[in-house]
């Protein structure tokens, strides 16, 4: 399974990287779904509702059942921000 999904997700980057982006993240989530993240500089690029839903497409088509685009721009350590931050939470 964890095969796979390394394979998903480097199918998914080689189309975003065919489409033009350069900064961005593909990341697999625990309902193995895809979150997209693009970097600030590139994000007004998704302004454009056909590129916006054509990178979403493309993602599923690499093999997630389901791909969103955060609206959260890239930024360098974030999944390490949203754990702990999803800890502390869960201890309040």
């Not at 989530?29 to 895809?34: K, N, Q």
């Amino acid at each position: 399974a964890l095969r796979a999904v390394r394979d998903e997700r480097k199918v998914a980057e080689a189309t975003l990287r065919a489409l033009g982006f350069r900064e961005f993240r593909v990341r697999f989530l625990a309902d193995e779904s895809a979150r997209i993240e693009i970097s600030s500089a590139e994000w007004p690029r998704l302004a454009d509702e056909a590129l916006y839903r054509e990178v979403v497409r493309q993602v599923t088509v690499a093999g997630f059942p389901r791909a969103v685009i955060d609206e959260r721009p890239l930024s360098s350590g974030r999944l390490a921000d949203d754990a702990l931050r999803a800890s502390s939470t869960r201890e309040s």
